[in-house]
């Protein structure tokens, strides 16, 4: 296909037509592509064809003004932040970190609009995003930093060199052929010999300037109308040529195999092409764009950390005298009315040069000791190792740019990338599992100083006569200074303890000036992302805030000074026709990174809370679950993209976002909230707690919203009490059903298992107590309250409160339509489970409570019984609602939920007419063509009788054999409950229940014996780590990839219960025949 595309080739004269140029260079960059994933060295024969058709894409697509979009995904996503600006200075796409509204207002109006041609041929290549899962050990700036994961090696023959995953493509076929060229070219770079290397970097030197200069002599004002006829604003800092050429050099760098060891062979200055590419990086350096400094910066690294330490010192060396020469200015070429700006974004880049070489190297020193690893080579240090690159000298060389004597000779962008450099600079020189040395003392305590005085001399202190001539720098450049005071904050922290002897208060003063940062950081996101990264890592430090070591009396709480930081990071965007005083009317609000980091830096400090009072109060659990109501309304199909019809860089599109993974997370803090909350308090304080989070819970699933409290304050009465109670949750909850109700289907599920959580605490503490009883009991709950409500001077609160016994109707009715609930008319299994789960709880809570209101030994649930019983028959018909609804797993989790249910159901006596017995029970009996007799398979004659699956196609075969399974564990358990006599009923019923157990009895031992075994060596399996599982069969089963995760869990958790009733039928069997044999 490669001849028939390429140039001079038989489709070539199809790009002469518009729609036939779109389809072609669709088809060119599917080519490419292909290219792209194939193992380096694997097409030798036409890989000089091929590269030499990748320069030439390169070259004409950026005369013809196409901008790549793979640039930001080369960079590292450290230096990100640098690029922040201020809300009202924004020009260019990611630079307000991913504001909602903002962001897609300035992504439309600086990008291309993409033809329906270009669109519509890539459609099908719509490539599903890769989501980032959280290991354990990483915290947020890790995981949103962690790079090389993704790299992920399809084949062994791709190990060999360093070859990259290709970027998923873009929606427009010119940038998409861009791209993959640029992928190509790079992937073929080191094939090619020393002359034909040179060449390229030539041909792109030459791109550079020639683009530069017919800039210069461009007619600015008719582009400019020819910009506004179009309706496209581009960045002044936007420069096409470069970009793509700092692209193409960084992925060449990239893909070489820089690391490898050129045999003690001093390379001095390196072959032409290496100082060709030195002399262009060098020249991209002072530009006015952040992404193509970071470019420029990145490439300088790779070239400067060449080789082992032994080579390329003459190469470093160089490039480390041409980046003193790029910051002096000697080298830049500029026009003198903006010289000094010119002057600012030189030192910058060279200051981020400077870390971009030490964080290279340790790369590098990572990289080789991992090598060493895996070819079990044991790997001899170097005393010169640590030497490989100068750091000392190059943190000197920082260190002039974060004084602040003489403000008028420095600009705050290039105390921006100071501030920057100097703790990427620390962070790869210094280790965090040793001892520091004096030296190392005196390093972090002069980066503590440059956070202090760079705080107060250059952002908070008054500067304007300083500043004059530069306020659109100060402004613009804002937000990305304090975000990197709060990543170089965040840096030290590790290191704070040891510098206690010289000052105690200094983690006090990190947090106070966080705060204030926050205070005034106008809500951008970057900022608000570092926060969350900043208390994240001081909740690993707690002791250094101690009240001893406290310059500022509440700092000494963390979850005091973050707590409303956080929450206001979460508040919900509501829109106005008017501006609110007390809401942000910016449209800045939303981006799902901020949030992330949120909730991730809130569950770190729960999980790190050591006392109640470092714990999250009950205030935390509403805003969330408002949030969450929030977040689920704003959920969109996972792959939908707003500017499909644009030409948009990489940058826009973050990776961090994953509303899905948001939106658990948020369900696991709540949960982590509630047991945490409950930590170290008395008996009296956590039932409160745990029944204002009931209530709460149980308004938000049955949609009940606040409501007007007819004169109760005055009412000191037991009933005035619990109508207070009950409107107190009802107020909690409008908070998060105030903008729609009735709740959306994902708040009632998650609403309804906190709620079924709470009562199962309530229950444990109840089981717990002399005497028990006195949550659950009416009149132990009624003389409870009167003696509250004797004690005077009493509000509302942990010595005032109802009981959980005095809201069951409401429980109870909550459960019970949480457990029908539709939508539209159709079925939604997922919030049906969580209802029968909250029902369940409300059986074993108050199952064995008699009613005291008629006193005949009637249980007090007895007069919901027509409510409960249509739940759970509604649960246990779900395999004939399967047949209705769309296939899944939840209609059999569904089930087999509802046979838990019914089960609690016989063993606590709640069932007390005979004919509901015999209904509910019809549905989980098995029947002769189900549990067949059939001796044990000795081959394949009998294995598929006792396998569980279903004859119909369209049902989930994985999840499927959870139908049978269900039934047979519900069998198992009223059998053996029976059996040892532990369900003390009625004669009549309880003759129902064994009649009905008693039929075909011999079949469902069989089958009862068969998922045991299954179960038993699926245990034995996982305690073994076995690797064998996979492909393993069984006796109900034919592979273990057969079936779903819910079905492993139910044979592995019932198989003693299903072992006990086989043998108990099969003795049962034998001792009814006429001999043993029979």
């Known amino acids: 296909v490669f001849p028939l595309i390429s140039s001079g080739g038989r489709f070539e004269r199809e790009g002469n037509d518009p729609v036939g140029s779109a389809r072609l260079s669709s088809t060119r960059s599917s080519v490419m592509e292909a290219y792209s994933w194939l193992p380096p060295g694997s097409f030798p024969l036409s890989a000089d064809r091929i590269f030499s058709f990748a320069a030439a894409q390169i070259q004409d697509l950026s005369a013809d003004d196409v901008l790549c979009s793979i640039l930001d995904g080369l960079v590292s996503r450290e230096d990100k932040l640098l690029e922040a600006h201020s809300i009202e200075r924004a020009v260019g796409p990611g630079q307000v970190g991913g504001s909602v509204t903002l962001d897609n207002n300035i992504s439309i109006r600086s990008s291309d609009i993409v033809h329906h041609n270009e669109r519509e041929a890539v459609l099908h290549l719509l490539a599903w995003r890769k989501k980032f899962r959280m290991r354990f050990h990483d915290d947020i700036l890790s995981l949103y930093l962690r790079e090389g994961d993704e790299n992920s090696i399809p084949t062994p023959l791709h190990e060999v060199g360093t070859w990259r995953v290709p970027l998923n493509p873009t929606g427009t076929s010119k940038v998409r052929l861009l791209d993959s060229s640029i992928h190509v070219f790079a992937a073929t770079f080191g094939l090619q010999d020393g002359h034909t290397q040179s060449d390229a970097l030539k041909m792109l030197e030459n791109l550079y300037l020639l683009t530069q200069t017919e800039k210069s002599n461009r007619f600015n004002v008719s582009t400019s109308l020819i910009s506004e006829s179009q309706g496209k604003v581009k960045p002044q800092e936007e ?208 980066a503590a100083e440059a956070v202090e005085s760079s705080f107060l001399g250059a952002w908070s202190a008054v500067v304007s006569d300083t500043c004059r001539g530069r306020e659109r720098e100060k402004f613009a450049s804002g937000p990305a200074f304090l975000a990197v005071i709060l990543r170089l904050m965040t840096t030290l922290l590790p290191w704070l303890r040891e510098l206690k002897s010289l000052d105690r208060w200094l983690a006090s003063r990190f947090s106070c000036i966080t705060s204030t940062i926050l205070e005034y950081s106008s809500n951008h996101p970057v900022i608000l992302f570092e926060g969350s990264v900043f208390f994240e890592r001081l909740s690993a430090h707690r002791d250094l805030i101690t009240p001893n070591s406290c310059s500022v009396v509440t700092t000494h709480n963390l979850s005091a000074t973050a707590t409303p930081f956080l929450i206001s990071v979460l508040q919900p965007p509501y829109p106005n026709v008017v501006a609110d005083s007390e809401l942000d009317f910016s449209n800045c609000q939303g981006p799902i990174d901020a949030q992330r980091s949120a909730i991730l830096c809130m569950k770190e400090m729960c999980a790190s809370s050591k006392s109640p009072d470092d714990t999250f109060t009950f205030g935390v659990g509403k805003a969330l679950f408002s949030f969450l109501h929030d977040r689920i309304g704003r959920r969109r199909f996972q792959h939908f993209s707003d500017f499909r019809s644009l030409a948009l860089s990489r940058a826009v599109v973050n990776f961090f976002e994953d509303c899905q993974m948001l939106e658990s997370e948020v369900i696991s803090l709540i949960q982590a909230i509630l047991s945490s909350e409950i930590m170290g308090r008395d008996e009296n304080e956590k039932s409160f707690v745990i029944i204002q989070w009931l209530l709460f819970s149980r308004c938000l699933a049955s949609g009940d919203g606040a409501k007007t409290l007819n004169d109760v304050d005055s009412d000191c009465s037991v009933p005035g009490l619990i109508e207070r109670t009950r409107y107190i949750a009802r107020l909690c909850a409008s908070d998060a059903l105030q903008y729609s109700n009735p709740p959306r289907w994902q708040l009632r599920c998650v609403s309804a298992n906190v709620a079924s959580v709470a009562m199962m605490m309530l229950l444990s503490m109840d089981d717990g107590t002399d005497g028990g009883g006195f949550l659950f009991n009416s009149k132990s709950a009624q003389s409870r309250c009167t003696a509250m409500l004797r004690k005077e001077n009493k509000e509302y609160g942990v010595e005032l409160h109802s009981q959980p016994i005095f809201h069951l109707e409401e429980l109870v009715t909550t459960a019970c339509s949480t457990s029908t609930s539709t939508s539209n008319h159709s079925e939604l299994p997922s919030v049906q489970i969580s209802g029968l789960r909250l029902l369940i709880s409300l059986f074993r809570a108050f199952g064995s409570q008699l009613d005291a209101t008629i006193n005949d030994g009637t249980s007090v649930l007895e007069q919901y019984s027509s409510q409960i019983i249509s739940a759970v028959k509604h649960a246990l018909n779900s395999e004939s609602l399967l047949n209705e609804s769309v296939p899944g797993t939840a209609f059999h989790r569904l089930f087999s939920t509802g046979c838990e249910a019914l089960f609690v159901m016989i063993s606590e006596k709640l069932i007390s007419d005979p004919i509901a017995m015999r209904r509910l029970l019809q549905p989980v009996l098995l029947g002769a063509t189900e549990t067949p007799s059939v001796p044990f398979p000795t081959g394949d004659e009998n294995e598929s009788a006792l396998w569980m699956s279903s004859s119909h196609i369209t049902d989930d075969s994985r999840s499927y054999p959870l139908f049978r399974l269900s039934k047979l564990c519900f069998l198992s358990k009223v059998s053996m409950l029976i059996a040892l006599g532990e369900i003390h009923i009625e004669q009549s019923k309880l003759s129902i229940v064994a009649s009905e157990l008693e039929k075909e009895e011999t079949g469902r031992a069989i089958h009862c014996a068969a998922a045991a075994i299954d179960g038993f060596l699926l245990q034995d399996s996982q305690q073994s780590q076995s690797n064998n599982t996979i492909s393993r069969p069984g006796l109900t089963y034919k592979n273990t990839t057969d079936l779903d995760g819910s079905v492993q869990e139910a044979l592995i958790e019932n198989w003693p219960m299903l072992s006990a009733s086989a043998i108990s039928s099969i003795i049962k069997a034998i001792k009814a025949g006429d001999s043993e044999s029979e």
């Open 239 to 446: 420069d096409v040529p470069a970009s793509n050429v700092i692209a193409t050099v960084l992925a060449c760098l990239q893909a070489l195999p820089l690391h490898e060891s050129t045999y003690d062979t001093l390379i001095d200055r390196g072959p032409p092409w290496m100082e060709r590419a030195t002399s262009l990086l060098l020249r991209l350096l002072p530009s006015p764009s952040g992404i193509i400094r970071r470019g420029a910066a990145e490439g300088l690294s790779l070239l400067a950390t060449l080789g082992v330490s032994e080579d390329a010192h003459t190469l470093q060396s160089t490039i480390l005298h041409s980046l003193d020469e790029v910051m002096k200015g000697s080298n830049v070429m500029a026009n003198p009315k903006n010289h000094v700006e010119t002057l600012a974004f030189a030192k910058a880049g060279t200051l981020l040069a400077l870390a971009c070489i030490q964080r290279a190297a340790k790369r590098m020193k990572k990289n080789e000791e991992e090598r060493a690893i895996a070819r079990s080579v044991s790997r001899e240090s170097d005393k010169n190792e640590i030497d490989r690159t100068p750091v000392m000298i190059m943190m000197t060389r920082v260190l002039p740019s974060l004084a602040t004597q003489n403000p008028e000779g420095d600009s705050l962008l290039a105390r921006t990338y100071a501030l920057h450099s100097f703790g990427v600079l620390i962070s790869n020189s210094i280790s965090t599992d040793t001892l520091l040395t004096p030296d190392q003392v005196q390093i972090i305590w002069k």
